[in-house]
Each structure stands twice: as C-alpha cells, then as structure tokens.
C-alpha cells in the first residue's frame, strides 16, 4: 500500500439527481455527508487521517485514531468525520459542534473528544493491505468496502448507498431534515481520480431576501471581496447571517462606487467599520468590514441555515430595490422536516 494519502476524489454540482445512463455505466447514489471530509491511512506506521486541504486532522480526532488502529487492518478509507447531536428519535449532524473540535490546545481536544465524539462515515475503499485499489471500477471498491465493514461497530459507519434514483430523490429531501448535504451520484465503472470532479452531486438550493450591512474590501486592497447579510430577528434586532462573494474584478469595483452613498461616516467624515466574530477558520485573517446604513435588499441563493446563520456562503441573486429592509425577516426562510440521524445510518 502506498504510504502517501492522495486528494480526495471532488464531485461537480447538477441541478438535480441525475438518471443513470449507458456512458457511466450505470450510478451509485449516496447522502452527501456535511462534515470533514478524511482519507484515513492505517499501516505498521501507525494511522494518519488526511484532508481536503493540508492541515492532517488525525490530532483532532484522539477517539476516532483509536478506534481505527483498533478495528482497521493496513487500507486506506475515504470518508466523512461528522458529530452527530440530540435525543434518540430526533439526532441530526451538528455542524457547529464539529467545527469546534479543531483546537490547538491538547488538553481541549481530548476534553471534546469525550464530550461531543465524533463518527466516521465510510464511503470508499483506496487500498487494502499492500493492493492499490484506486484503479479499480466504484463498483468493485463498494463490494470490498462493504466485506471490509462487516464486523465495525460505531463510531465507524458504512455510508448507504442505492442504485434506485427514486429512492435517491426522497433521500435528498428526507435526510436534509437531519442535517444532511444533498445526494452524491457516482459512475459505478469509474476508477478513484484524486483531485477530479468524477462525481455528481446535488445540493439543495433556496432563495431569500436580505439586509446589506456592509462589505469586505477584497484581499488585493481594491473593490469589495463579499457583501455582509442581515435579518430581523423576532425581537426586531438586526442579526448577522452571513455572506455573499464570488464578484468578478470588474464587478468589485463597481459595487464601490453603488454602494458609496451607503457607506456609515463618524462626526469627522471618517468611514465607520466594524469587525465580524473571529474563528478558529479565520486564522489570521482580516475579518474587519465597511459599515452601510441598513437600508438595501438583496436576493440570495443559499443551501441551509446552520442556527441562524447561512451554513455556506451564499450566491448574489439580485437588487430587491422593490423590498424594506424591515420585511426581511426569519421567517421567510424554509426550514427542512426534522429527519432521525438514525434513519440515514441504518
């Protein structure tokens, strides 16, 4: 077995649950998991868990490293590290409570792992003892996996799967109620590609009206990076929910000069800015932001509300020029079913 961890396999976003066809060789259909994404590696090394990008996240997780030297023989595992919260018969994926195990601190770390475990969801098999199975086809991978995953027992899971995209439609929009991502298709003939979009995956997608509360200058010092977002809560009170980017360089500039009557100015003339809420993602990153007056709405497009923040950054719909900023409220935006963990694991 190479001791390596190569790039996970990446997906390319549809619209919506694909039909299987003749070209891909027929389609596997999965939940998509709202967690970290890891590569576990385990060898007479030792284990090491991989990630998306280059931080290793194997310090993190001291209860997941131990039950994978525990119950692993020499393979290599893609997966899904998650933590899931709540009473039996209502559990859903804590996003949240994930995001707060990254910690420097060892004594912390130690501490959340026995307070908020996490669970590895199991979706892929790279290699077992020295054989390299990445060439081979999804199809073979899924059986070996599934042989492999016989005798586990929690916090490891084997990840669902079907080839009925009937069944695969309501997974997308049952298993959202318990925190979930979307569907995830993948060919049943294809080999594991590191770092290539080989699969398909669909993700829920609303819309919302809200209130501009400011913007960030772009990293390159010119034009805006991204717009801040608001909505009144229940008590009136003007909430942060997230943020909208993804501008073009000409876009940028232009919303500098659209948005400059808006722009809040202290007795002197000065510009009035504020700062957002540091965390552990932000690193040293500059979270300060211009101040606007409260008084523009736009439309985004967002997937899920984690709390009462957008759990991804959202997409610039459009100028709702046609709204007052004091209409745009909570609860316009539709919140999924409640849906048992349980149900998506069994």
């Known amino acids: 077995m190479t001791a390596s961890i190569p790039a996970p396999m990446l997906a390319r976003a549809v619209a919506a649950v694909p039909e299987p066809d003749s070209v891909t ?41 131990a039950a994978f030297a525990e119950q692993l023989p020499h393979c290599m595992v893609d997966g899904e590290i998650v933590v899931r919260t709540g009473e039996p018969g209502s559990e859903r994926l804590d996003w949240e409570a994930l995001s707060q195990r990254i910690h420097p601190a060892a004594t912390r770390v130690r501490l959340l792992s026995a307070t908020t475990p996490a669970m590895f969801v199991a979706f892929d098999l790279l290699a077992l003892g020295e054989d390299d199975l990445t060439g081979e086809p999804f199809a073979e991978r899924r059986r070996a996996l599934e042989e492999l995953a016989g005798a586990w027992h929690p916090p490891l899971r084997l990840c669902q799967t079907t080839t009925d995209v009937d069944l695969a439609r309501r997974w997308l929009v049952e298993f959202e109620g318990a925190g979930l991502d979307g ?67 000409v876009r940028r500039q232009e919303l500098v000069d659209e948005l400059a009557s808006l722009v809040e100015r202290d007795e002197t003339g000065e510009i009035v800015t504020g ?3 540091r965390s552990r993602f932000s690193g040293s990153k500059d979270v300060s932001f211009v101040k606007l007056r409260p008084e ?14 957008f759990r991804h950054t959202v997409q610039f719909e459009r100028w709702r020029d046609d709204r007052e900023a ?3 409220t909570f609860d316009q935006l539709d919140r999924p079913v409640a849906y048992d963990l349980s149900d998506v694991l069994r």
């Open 183 to 249: 569907v995830v298709a993948k060919p049943l003939a294809a080999p594991y590609t590191p770092n290539k979009r080989t699969m398909l995956k669909v993700k829920h997608h609303r819309t919302a009206d809200v209130v501009l509360l400011g913007y960030r200058v772009h990293a390159s010092g010119s034009g805006v990076g991204s717009l801040l977002l608001g909505l009144y809560d229940d008590d009136g009170v003007l909430r942060n929910v997230g943020g909208a980017s993804a501008f073009s360089n």
């Open 25 to 65: 060789g027929g389609l596997s259909y999965e939940p998509k998991w709202d967690g970290f994404r890891g590569i576990v590696s385990v060898d007479s090394d030792g284990v090491e868990i991989g990630s998306r990008g280059s931080k290793p996240l194997t310090r993190y997780f001291p209860e997941l490293v």
């Open 296 to 309: 523009r709405v736009l439309e985004v497009r967002y997937d899920q509300l984690e709390g009462m923040r």
């Open 326 to 328: 004091r209409s745009c």
């Open 275 to 277: 700062a957002t809420d």
